[in-house]
């Protein structure tokens, strides 16, 4: 009885794995474009006109410009430096 069993459980299973849908590999070329461009070249960073306030754990930066005139002030440390350029 138990041999039976076996034999009609393989079969059963050989049988579902026989009637699966079986989905074929499709390949699909696909056609790369290049597109060339080229790189501009980098410049010197332009600084715009405002002001800007920075502060870490190094210390306060305050930087202001107006034109051709700059102000720079930094305090790090317990010492500060202050530029002014025109």
């Known amino acids: 009885?138990?041999?039976?069993?076996?034999?009609?459980?393989s079969l059963a299973i050989l049988a579902t794995a026989s009637c699966k849908d079986k989905e074929e590999a499709t390949?699909?070329?696909?056609?790369?474009?290049?597109?060339e461009k080229?790189?501009?070249?980098?410049?010197?960073?332009?600084?715009?006109d405002g002001t800007s306030i920075?502060?870490?754990k190094d210390?306060?930066?305050?930087s202001s410009k107006?034109?051709?005139k700059k102000t720079e002030v930094e305090?790090?440390?317990?010492?500060?430096?202050v530029k002014v350029e025109k």
Do not use: Q
Request: charged share 35%.
């Open 1 to 9: 009885m138990k041999k039976v069993t076996l034999i009609l459980a």
């Open 27 to 35: 390949v699909v070329e696909k056609e790369t474009v290049v597109i």
């Open 38 to 48: 080229e790189a501009d070249t980098p410049t010197a960073e332009e600084e715009t």
């Open 54 to 56: 920075s502060v870490n």
């Open 59 to 62: 210390g306060v930066e305050i």
């Open 66 to 68: 107006d034109g051709d």
């Open 75 to 81: 305090v790090k440390d317990g010492e500060g430096t």
